[in-house]
């Protein structure tokens, strides 16, 4: 069974991850990463981003009614290394977003456990939960200030379940999303963090458009069918 990182004290504490999107035309993004390259250092700061999201849902479908919305998909993130070997995996929860809260970011709550040792995949299922979708996400990221990582990536689907090696775009024209997210944090940190968001979207509005996405489209819900 999968060993992952343990919480002390009378109850997990509730962090918070801030973020923006926004979509590249292919023939931006060399002038993107060059942008990127000084603000975040040079031309080594850029990190390989490489890695297989798996999203389960609940085996027992909760009945239609308020309780539903307690249920929520638990994501399996796979960091890959260039041949498609595993080099982590952590499973991820991220909350309902805030709804409309006027801040200059999307705002949700986030628990990240790191698997330490054994197979996630029996956790989950230990666990009650089941395969739902999956993809696999390709490119690089570069830390700014040491707190915000801001990814530029191109979405791929599998062909064959669990095979990442059958990955092909999901977007043929070739366009990257690009996401800045913070690190996870404390409630009270929030407003200050929208604040270096939203100074760095103005350092980058020359190249991308970076938005708040609407919060309809980040709910946690259960498509289930």
Known sequence: MAAGKKY???????????????????????????????????????????HHEISCIPCIETPIGPLRREDHVLRLRIELDPLGAEKSTSIC?????????????????IINAQVLSGSASQLLSLLGYKFS???????YWFLYRNSMKVVVSQVYRLQEQ???????????????????????????????VCDQLEELRG?????????????AFLENKIPYS
């Open 8 to 50: 002390t004290g009378t109850g997990m504490p509730t962090h918070y991850e801030c973020s923006l999107h926004g979509l590249l035309a292919k023939d931006h993004e060399p002038q993107l990463r060059t942008r990127l390259e000084a603000l975040c250092g040079d031309t080594e700061a850029a990190h390989r981003e490489l």
């Open 93 to 109: 929860l991220l909350g309902h977003p805030e709804p409309k809260s006027g801040r200059g970011a999307s705002v949700r709550p």
């Open 133 to 139: 979708s999956e993809f696999v996400r390709k490119g």
């Open 162 to 192: 669990g095979n990442v090696q059958s990955a092909v775009p999901v977007d043929p024209s070739g366009n990257w999303l690009v996401q800045i997210a913070s690190d996870a944090m404390a409630q009270e940190l929030v407003p200050r």
């Open 203 to 215: 350092l980058l509005e020359d190249y991308v458009e970076l938005l708040v996405v609407d919060h």
